[in-house]
């Protein structure tokens, strides 16, 4: 469904990503993972048009839509949740919501849009009135999240949904994800600082060093393998 080949990025001289490939499979959650630095966030940055690479290929079932304006692949089915959320801080949760669905356009479809998101987060509906800035870290990580499904997206992509945020609430969002793949059959690629998580919930895991990837694999089979939790997960 989404392959990513030999893909680099730049930023000015200083090289993020050198030949970086992987493949999502549609209806997987495939996880990224490794130290800060590694490029993780670089990649999913150019999945969704944010940056432009600097060589090799992304395709979308079997298009190349590198190098395509962000609205333009936002609108092929790929939604992003970005590290630190970026929300609209000053508008309402529920004027956020509405940004999420702006391609939709009918007020119908809109508010079948919000019914079905507000099941998996009804805390955003009770909140609907009140400004997102007011929000705990929690809900606004779930809001971001909420705003990305809104657009029903066949891709989700998540940069460090965990960042800053309660356990209880970790546990909530990742539940609500694993749900939503498992219900809605959206695909997901997931970027995650918290390495036992990722590979918990996740089908396939890929290792990120500077830039490349250094270990890929079934998430099972590389959570059980001592080896690899000891030299590139840093995990015991």
Do not use: C, W
Not at 37 to 66: H, T
Not at 181 to 210: D, I, P
């Amino acid at each position: 469904m989404l392959e990513v080949e030999n893909l680099s990025v730049h930023y000015g001289k200083v090289r993020a990503l050198d030949g970086v490939s992987l493949r999502v499979g549609k209806g997987e959650i495939v996880s990224l993972v490794g130290v800060n630095g590694a490029g993780k966030s670089s990649l999913m940055q150019a999945v969704a048009g944010l940056v432009r690479p600097s060589g090799g290929r992304i395709l979308l079932d079997g298009k190349p839509i590198e190098g395509r304006p962000a609205h333009a692949i936002a609108r092929l089915g790929l939604a992003l949740v970005p590290e630190g959320r970026d929300l609209f801080a000053d508008m309402s949760v529920m004027e956020n919501l509405e940004m999420g669905a702006y391609q939709f356009g009918g007020t119908v479809r809109l508010q079948d849009e919000i019914r079905r998101v507000g099941t998996y987060f009804p805390v955003l509906l009770e909140r609907s009135r009140q400004r997102a800035s007011t929000l705990s870290g929690g809900e606004q990580q779930m809001l971001a999240v909420a705003r990305a499904l809104m657009a029903r997206p066949r891709i989700l992509l998540l940069d460090e949904p965990s960042l800053g945020i309660a356990p209880r609430v970790i546990e909530l969002i990742f539940r609500i994800v694993a749900a939503i793949n498992r219900e809605e059959g959206t695909t997901v690629l997931l970027v995650e600082q918290n390495t036992s998580l990722a590979l918990a919930v996740s089908n396939r895991t890929y290792v990120m060093q500077t830039g490349r990837i250094a270990v890929e694999g079934a998430s099972s089979e590389l959570a059980r393998s001592e080896e690899i939790r000891r030299a590139y997960l840093g995990m015991d």
